[in-house]
């Protein structure tokens, strides 16, 4: 089962996993997640759809093997529009999804975020470093919806031995994001095919790095295979600065648009880039897909969203 299914990762991941063979059930609140995402799942026998918020008790009559927690407003838009849900998704979440683990015996994996590290002190991050979060600033909703999430899966670890495993995911990308959910990648591509300002907060000069989905769930993937319970980063570790994704954007689209400075949001992160030396060691995995080849490819996906 995979709470958030129909979102951006959860869509691809009950691909994935439906073409390794597996039966997959998809629960969303469709808050965030889009039935567009899994139409084409619809029809198929081993695919079920369930729509429900995750934070309302769940009930599952068959057998399941993992239970998977994706549901989660990810996006600034979302979460500053929907603080306490983004919490309760992220904790409460996470409570009933351990607890029907327990019941069925089944495997735990929580999608967890780079966020948990805040505004790092250390560069790049690594999975032994605590954060740096403000647990009341505007962005401590999703922040610490997630370090909770963290929390409450090794209690259930430490005292259920319910067998676990937590991913942190640094910024992704790619098809079948929102158009609107303002993230960076989608903003500056729709942005620029439509003509419009591309919006850079701040003076551009802050870095993210930028991991395409296809990779990402190839490592999720792989970490499902493995026995390593802890945390363990996955992202792309090349580092772009903001106006270094503008440019690139501009290029692969032929735009004509203009760059405009907004004031940098609080608590924005001045840097973001994983440390994946602990998931190479541990399972293999390395990204193959370059932020051109992957901006190429999500950007003839937002041609087609808009032409529809």
Known sequence: ?????????????????????NRVI?????????????VDLLGNSDFTFIEQDVTHKLHIEEPL?????????????????????????????????????????ARFFLASTSEVYGDPAIHPQTEDYWGNVNPIGERSCYDESK??????????????????RVVRIFNTYGPFMQADDGRVVSNFIVQALKGEDITIYGDGQQTRS??????????????MQCDYIWPMNLGNPGEFTMLQLAELVLKHTGSKSRLKFLPLPADDPKQRKPDISLTKKTTGWQPQISLEQGLIKTIQYFEGKLKQ
């Open 65 to 105: 093997g993992w239970v998977m927690h994706f549901a989660s407003l990810a996006s600034p838009k979302y979460y500053w529009q929907y603080p306490i849900k983004t919490l309760k998704s992220g904790f409460l979440g996470a409570h009933n999804c351990l607890g029907l683990a327990k019941m069925k015996k």
């Open 147 to 164: 370090r909770s999430a963290e929390a409450l899966t090794y209690a259930y670890y430490r005292q259920h031995k319910i067998d676990v």
């Open 26 to 38: 998809c629960m969303d609140n469709l808050i965030t997640g889009s039935k567009d995402n899994i």
């Open 210 to 223: 930028f991991c395409y989905v296809g990779d990402l769930i190839e490592g999720i993937a792989r970490q």
């Open 1 to 21: 089962m995979i709470t958030g299914g129909a979102g951006f990762l959860g869509s691809h991941l009950c691909r994935r996993l439906l073409r390794d063979g």
